[in-house]
């Protein structure tokens, strides 16, 4: 099959890699001249792992390759998706679908054919709607079908994710338009991934419940923590005690300092806004959205008072700066707030992480950025974990006790245990345990 990816950034790069690695000739198309200057030298925009490998190998192949004109690479093509920014809309929280549209307005002058349209940015209910009435005005003579085929990427994991998927979830009742999603993702059939056709409204909100579902798992382990804490009794224990169960699964029951990055934080919203605009509110998914928004400070004010409830003039080490690691996304990270808190309260900060550094600099300002953990815990008060990077995972104790003001760890993530921790002469503080 041929295929447009428009929009080069993380869901289109990932997407159109792993389907030119399925077979497919891929093109993607960016507006964005130096992304596409440097996807075309071999140089990934973002971090992702084996995603350079992956492209390398297929563009070598000759099954992927990057442009900005769009025209030809949609007339060419079998099926266009649409995979460009949904951000949260300034001012009232809606998804700002101006890029979407904009897509939809060039593709439908540049159709040659039967093409099928497919969303798959996340989008509120009605978008494909929008999108074909957007096609049909500007060129009503087009034959076309518009799906909506939502991603379900983890930043960190996404290949794995696209190659050996939970389901494939396919929106939209035009004959041709499944078969030609079902040729698209025949491949995946071998690993037997169960394609889930449904209508194309139910597709685009399947995608805003799902996420709103996995964020309200994590809200809720989080104030089980806060519980655990008052009463004795360990969060993991009890996230283990309820994992078990399969109605429940494990997944997701991670106490920590909230959620964050480019889909909950915005999807939440996005769905919040669509249930007031329909007068159908979900009243559970405004208390996990109020919920997380105050645990984040909440953290920093965990660190403060580890410190003796005053950090003027003291000094906190901070190991990890994403939202989670095996990424370089610094969108709504815990850390932002974090170490927002600790600034406001008069502290210094200096922080490290594996690949957030540069991300990092665009939002925080007067942070000491170092370049490992044992420069971070140099004469520090206090060292916080906030991402659960691998490189945090064996930190040798008695260095950091040696270099360390004071012998002081709050783990924000739990990674260690606390025997482990108080053995090596510290101060331990977790969550919920």
């Known amino acids: ?30 507006k964005d001249e130096a992304k596409i200057a440097a996807l075309q030298n071999g140089k990934i925009p973002i971090f992702e792992p084996g995603l350079d490998a992956l492209v390398a190998t297929n563009v070598k192949a000759g099954r992927l390759s990057f442009t900005t004109d769009l025209a030809p690479a949609v007339a060419a093509s079998d099926a266009v998706f649409i995979a460009v920014g949904t951000p949260s809309r300034r001012g009232d929280g809606h998804a700002d679908l101006s890029y979407v549209f904009a897509a939809a307005e060039e593709i439908a002058g ?20 929008k999108v074909e009435e957007i096609i049909a005005a500007a060129n009503p003579d087009a034959e076309f079908a518009v799906m909506s085929n939502p991603e379900f990427l983890r930043e960190g994991a996404a290949i794995d994710d696209f190659k050996r ?12 338009g499944l078969e030609v999603m079902r040729r698209i993702y025949r491949p995946l059939y071998l690993n037997k991934a169960p394609v889930v ?20 798992k994590i809200t809720f382990i989080n104030e089980i923590a806060d519980l655990c804490e008052k009463v004795g009794a360990d969060v993991q224990d009890v996230a283990r005690g309820i994992g078990l169960d399969n109605r429940i699964g494990g997944k997701f029951l991670h106490a920590g300092p909230g959620y964050g990055g480019s889909c909950f934080p915005k999807d939440t919203l996005a769905l919040l806004k669509t249930s007031q605009d329909y007068e159908a509110p979900q009243r559970i998914v405004e208390a996990v959205v109020a919920v997380n928004d105050n645990r ?29 690691p095996n990424t370089d996304d610094m969108r709504d990270s815990p850390a932002i707030a974090v170490i927002q808190t600790l600034q406001d309260a008069g502290a210094t900060v200096r922080a490290f992480d594996p690949e957030g550094i540069e991300p990092a600099k665009k939002v925080l300002d007067n942070v000491d950025y170092c370049t490992g953990p044992y420069e971070v815990a140099t004469d520090v008060d206090a060292l916080a974990i906030v991402t659960e990077w691998d490189a945090f995972r064996a930190l040798d104790f008695e260095r950091l006790k040696s270099i360390m003001k004071h012998p002081l760890l709050i783990d924000l993530r739990n990674v260690y245990d606390r025997k482990t921790v108080e053995d090596a002469g510290f101060t331990y503080h977790a969550v919920g345990r």
């Open 197 to 216: 056709e449904m209508s194309r409204r139910g597709a685009e909100l399947t995608k805003y419940a799902g996420n709103a579902f996995l964020a309200t």
């Open 110 to 129: 540049a159709i040659d054919g039967f093409t099928v349209i497919v969303d798959k940015s996340t989008v509120p209910v009605g978008t494909g709607d």
């Open 165 to 176: 998927p939970d389901r494939i979830v396919v929106g939209g009742d035009d004959p041709r």
């Open 296 to 324: 984040k400070r909440a953290m920093g004010r965990k660190i403060i008072q580890a410190l003796g409830g005053d950090v003027r003039g003291k000094t906190v080490g901070v190991l990890g700066l994403t939202f989670k």
């Open 1 to 30: 099959m041929r295929i447009a990816m428009i929009g080069s950034g993380y869901v289109g790069l990932v997407s159109g890699a792993c389907f030119a690695d399925f077979g497919h000739d891929v093109v993607c198309v960016d």
